[in-house]
């Protein structure tokens, strides 16, 4: 446990920097310490604006969503730099930003570095599935393309992740294919799969396929980095079309809107449980310390949630658990 | 135009053969010319039991699910093989199966061969979009690993079907990546996205991602067989799981109960709208004639779908459009 705040990217983001103060507030009155990263002046009006107080780091410049991952290399004032910094710097015990996500990860692996054995830090999405859980997608898009013993290691994140946060004692990981059988797939998951079956401290219950992703098949999928973030963009935008499609079913004549206007809280309910939203931010697993990034949409609800997930994970001393099992394993290890 | 009828494998597949009989029969009522492939005396008593009458073709043999796909080399008087012969000897417009996926492409890369100047045939799948239409997914299982030639010729088939089938001047074709700029992706996407930037005759917008096959953005989704199968697997197994949690929220209290009944019609049009079985199988584009996968769990009604779905491409003569368009365009050619 510490008490260290989190640092919030407070420019990052379309709806930034009213989102992240409010949100931060939800998050401060409910126990989370929070530092905002960005322009003093409009924090601080913004602040003003809600009637609260919450520290404030300045940062002079923001990495906007279309310029380069490459640009935190020169910028050192961007707010997502700063934020990162001051984990580094132990005044932080995370950094979170809803802006260019090539940029978190890029200020994560320049000022936090790799974990000592990790080949390749990958970022872990929770999905939510059919057996009221989440799924735990690893991969979802650090590394577009993967070796075999990326993969291994992405397992074993994804079960230090399953273990620490889901509480499993033993969280099952299945592999992303295109078939059942070991020989299915294409040239990286044939290899992966060999991999997979001969690493010790997991649970791998051989490939999945894409429908395994919401119906929980397994605790934790493995992919690469191409491939995980075209799942993780498909099941968030299909759960918003057929959402927007049920919506105008619902509308579509009077008995329906009837039943629409009866059955709305509890579809709000399911579409709440679905909203990428509930879970805020998703962690960067396999850098020294803790780093997460959010969707550039985030409103305030989001950024609430987002802290939250953090917390968690600080608390539960995740980039520890994980150092910990990447050691054990001898996988990766030159 | 052909009289010609369709030859369906009614054997392979989960409910073979009553499901291919009820749906052949259903198809041929509407006058779609249907010819039976499978063990004659379990069809001729599947017929007699519904009170119908459709010509059979004998077929000893059945690859089943959990055989091997090449065993269509040395199984002659597999329904598949034979269904497939039938459209080699001219007596068959197309051959249709619900079995075995790898040994329906293989008997049709065996049998009927590759058009003149294709690399790899590959499977188009139609995914109903937010648009009310569908999008034109290719390759959505074929070829595990591809060159970035083969993505150029998924969208020039993917482009020739679109405008035969969906009636469109000019689709447009997207190519699936993990960002909108042309250098985010991974080798594939990277080289694939310079080759379709200079490939003529299609209408190319770039990258898409993961979220826009059900958006609807491009009429035409180009991705190696990997990414597409498990986009595929990923699309059809969310809806399932989305309706099911649906299901339950609208049984959650007696409020939703009574929403849910008077929603029913309207949710149930929905549904059948995102069901696959409302196209029942789709082609393998590239092989010289016209062959269709089906999912194993089809049903009477996905292989009526399906006979509909086969019959239209035959009279649109697809198989020749794609040989013109392959032809014209200089991709590819040695």
Do not use: W
């Not at 409910?30 to 322009?39: F, N, P, Q, S, W």
């Not at 090539?102 to 990958?122: F, N, Y």
């Not at 539960?316 to 050691?327: G, H, K, S, V």
């Amino acid at each position: 446990m510490t008490d260290l705040p989190i640092a919030l990217d407070a420019m990052g983001g379309d709806h930034m920097p009213e989102a992240a103060v409010a949100g931060a507030l939800e998050a401060a009155a409910k126990g989370c310490a929070v530092v905002l990263v960005g322009d003093e002046t409009r924090l601080r009006a913004a602040l003003a604006k809600h009637g609260g107080e919450l520290p404030v780091v300045h940062a002079g410049d923001v990495i906007g969503m279309q310029e380069h991952a490459t640009d935190v290399r020169r910028r050192p004032d961007a707010s997502v730099v700063v934020a990162t910094r001051l984990v580094k710097e132990g005044q932080a015990a995370a950094c979170v930003s809803m802006g260019h996500s090539g940029a978190t990860m890029a200020a994560a692996l320049l000022l936090l570095g790799r974990l000592k054995g990790v080949e390749r830090p990958a970022i872990l999405a929770n999905i939510p599935n059919a057996k009221g859980g989440h799924t735990a997608l690893i991969d979802a898009g650090a590394n577009a393309d993967c070796r075999p013993v990326f993969l291994a290691q992405f397992a074993l994140m994804g079960d230090a992740y399953a273990r620490a946060i889901y509480g499993l004692a033993e969280p099952s990981v299945g592999l992303v294919s295109i078939g059942e059988e070991p020989e299915k797939g294409n040239e990286l998951t044939r290899e992966a799969h060999d991999l997979l079956a001969a690493t010790p401290g997991i649970h791998f219950r051989g490939n999945v396929e894409g429908r395994d992703l919401l119906a929980g098949t397994t605790d934790v999928v493995v992919t690469d980095g191409f491939t995980g973030n075209v799942m993780l963009k498909l099941a968030e935008g299909e759960a918003r079309v057929l959402f927007a499609m049920m919506r105008d079913a619902l509308r579509s004549d009077l008995r329906s809107r009837l039943g629409g206007l009866l059955a709305k809280p509890a579809l709000k309910r399911l579409a709440a449980r679905l909203d990428p939203a509930e879970v805020g931010a998703e962690p960067l697993l396999g850098v020294a310390g803790h780093a997460f990034i959010g969707h550039g949409s985030s409103d305030a609800r989001a950024v609430a949630s987002a802290m939250r997930s953090a917390r968690r994970l600080v608390d539960a001393e995740l980039a520890e658990r994980i150092a910990e099992t990447i050691r054990a394993s001898a996988v990766g290890a030159a």
